[in-house]
């Protein structure tokens, strides 16, 4: 069965501070990984999205990576801010049919 | 560019109401969706248009939620009847096909409460 599983549920961290977040993925074929911010009451935003071959790749201050070997991705957030403060939900891909395998996200809550 | 637009932003009904929610897609975009984000949860798939063609409807509660696209641009969901675990946040998201595969963009959600 298709699953993403994200920790930590959720994070509280100061303004300034770095947080990892993860996402690990039994998701099969695999198409690609892409990374979402949703912010209360909006929709999701995409943030990154990755193919099997890449890596790394990065938006500003959020760097995500993906080792498709272990199946396991994370999020990066550098130098906080404010507006970080979202869900972070990380999403799988189906090669083929390109189904979409949702997590249930990482509530980030950035303090002052 | 405009975004998927979703209206109303807010309902709350009682249990065995009936209730329609409208989305309008990117202009373009061939691929609609609807989504049930229940609190805590991620975006569950509902149903998946291409055109005015439904694509997948196999997580459709089909005894009382339909969809319907009739010119392939605007879509809306109904629910009827409503019950109360229908409570949740429907997000209506669009894809243009022959680009990025996949990329889809969300609309702000309609926020649904049962009571």
């Known amino acids: 069965k298709n699953q993403v599983e994200q920790s930590p549920q959720s994070l509280i961290i100061l303004e300034g501070k770095n947080c990892t977040l993860q996402c690990n993925y039994t998701v099969s074929p695999f198409s690609n990984l892409r990374w979402y911010k949703q912010d209360t009451g909006r929709g999701p935003v995409s943030l990154t999205i990755?193919?099997?071959?890449?890596n790394t790749k990065s938006n500003g201050r959020y760097t995500a990576t993906l080792d498709a070997d272990t199946k396991q991705s994370s999020l990066h957030i550098t130098a906080s801010q404010l507006s970080d403060s979202a869900s972070y939900i990380c999403v799988v891909s189906n090669f083929g049919n390109e189904k979409l395998t949702f997590g249930t996200g990482t509530r980030l809550t950035i303090i002052p | 560019e405009a975004g998927v637009a979703q209206s109303p932003r807010y309902k709350i009904i009682e249990k065995r109401q009936s209730v329609a929610f409208w989305c309008n897609p990117i202009s373009g975009h061939a691929t609609l969706y609807w989504y049930q984000q229940i609190l805590g949860q991620g975006p569950k798939l509902l149903i998946q248009f291409q055109n005015n063609g439904v694509v997948d409807d196999s997580q459709l509660p089909k005894d009382r939620f339909s969809a319907e696209r009739l010119k392939g641009v605007d879509s809306t969901l109904k629910i009827q009847p409503a019950k109360l675990e229908d409570s949740a946040v429907y997000l209506c998201a669009s894809s243009f096909r022959g680009t990025d595969p996949n990329e889809q963009y969300f609309g702000p959600g309609t926020r649904l409460t049962v009571t």
């Open positions: 990755m193919t099997f071959s890449e």
